[in-house]
């Protein structure tokens, strides 16, 4: 008896059809990143894209350019990156050219097509970011573009979804660009985010501070001054970890930690403790990474505080480093965090690097953790 396959196959008719070519267009992308973590978000974008992107000789500070011919899609998890957008750029003289018949329908396909990366309903609300955003035409183009989407427009930035800009080429020369979001909320939005602490770190940056410590499987991570745990659970999303440690006095602060890690699917990894951090029951030279957002003195703690805080906290991390520990710290208390580390031999300063985010302008400290 012939054996009967299960589950039963259907002989294949020849197709007459062409194969398709899935070729997808290189387009022009452009990231937002924090001012001063430009060569780290390039980074993550030719790492991990490889070969499909390619990184702009124009370099502005606070975005990364790129081209890149896989689908928009891949762009949306890129942990350095606060938000990514497509750039078309017109060679026209006033931003009233762009309602012209033939560039409106290539904006508005355009529009479309990010709009189809997404699920149905995602996007419920549209906003036009542009200088002259009052002018008649800028009017007319935020009016026809929300209704082509079938959005409502609304006139705050941080309540639109679908974002357009539109602007002068930055780098000077002529012409208008318009840039569209590719998520509806910006990528420094993390979905673990359920707790939002005052002070919190931006999760972008808290990445790229993990990063620059040069992550290890086998490392012992040390955050003192933990707070809703931004920096553990970044730095557990870059790497893995042989231990994660945070610790915060405030227990809010701690509970806030808990409820984010436990929504990063991190509840058994991440350990936090209600220690004062410059006293910790940590063995002696036990620690490989330090990562810590020290009280900046404004929102949490005050100048007066961190006087008293920043010495003690550097010895402390002193002591349960390793030798050739790494350490990055991020402050905008830089005269202080500079005059204590002057003072002492047990850090090396190896890198300041100068970040500015949302009105203010701290500093990442890295530092090494000498032999003796
Ligand atoms: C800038 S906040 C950290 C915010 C955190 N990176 C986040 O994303 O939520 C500084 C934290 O240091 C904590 N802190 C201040 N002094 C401390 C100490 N001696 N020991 C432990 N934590 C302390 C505060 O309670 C506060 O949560």
């Not at 010895?315 to 500079?338: K, N, Y």
């Not at 002057?342 to 032999?371: C, M, N, Y």
């Amino acid at each position: 008896m012939k054996r009967r396959r299960y589950p039963p196959t259907r002989k294949k008719r020849r197709s007459t059809r062409q194969p398709v070519a899935h070729t997808i267009p290189a387009m022009t992308y452009e990231a937002d990143v924090a001012d001063g973590l430009e060569a780290i978000a390039a980074h993550e974008i030719v790492t991990r894209l490889g070969a499909h992107a390619h990184l702009d000789p124009v370099t502005l500070r606070g975005m990364v350019r790129f081209t890149f011919t896989g689908v928009p899609s891949m762009l949306f998890n890129l942990d350095t990156i606060l938000a990514v957008f497509q750039l078309h750029r017109f060679d026209v003289p006033r931003p009233r050219a762009l309602l012209g018949d033939q560039n409106w329908r290539t904006l508005c396909a355009a529009a479309e097509r990010i709009m189809r990366c997404h699920p149905r309903g995602l996007f419920q609300t549209f906003y036009l970011s542009a200088a002259g955003a009052r002018t008649a035409t800028m009017q007319r183009i935020a009016e026809g573009m929300a209704h082509h989407l079938g959005l409502r427009r609304v006139h705050t930035p941080d309540e639109g979804h679908f974002l357009m800009r539109i602007r002068r080429p930055p780098e000077g020369g002529a012409g208008w660009d318009v840039l569209f979001r590719l998520t509806p909320r910006p990528l420094s939005a993390r979905a673990w985010r359920v707790c939002n602490y005052p002070g919190a770190l931006n999760a972008t940056v808290a990445h790229a501070m993990a990063l620059m410590t040069s992550p290890h499987r086998e490392d012992i991570i040390f955050n003192p001054c933990c707070g809703s745990g931004t920096l553990l659970i970044e730095r557990a999303r870059a790497a893995p970890a042989a231990r994660l440690i945070g610790c915060d006095m405030a227990s809010g602060a701690l509970e806030c930690a808990r409820q984010n890690a436990a929504t990063a699917g991190m509840a058994d990894i991440v350990q936090l403790e209600p220690w004062d951090a410059c006293r910790t029951p940590l063995p002696e030279k036990s620690v490989d990474v330090l990562l810590g957002d020290l009280p900046f003195g404004g929102l949490v703690g005050s100048h007066a505080e961190n006087e008293q805080l920043y010495p003690a906290l550097v010895q402390e991390m002193a002591r349960v480093a390793r030798p050739g520990a790494r350490c990055a710290l991020i402050t905008h208390e830089v005269r202080l965090l500079s005059t204590v580390l002057d003072a002492q031999q047990a850090w090396r300063i190896e890198q300041i690097i100068k970040v500015s985010l949302g009105g203010l302008h701290p500093r990442i400290f890295l530092l090494r953790r000498t032999e003796w």
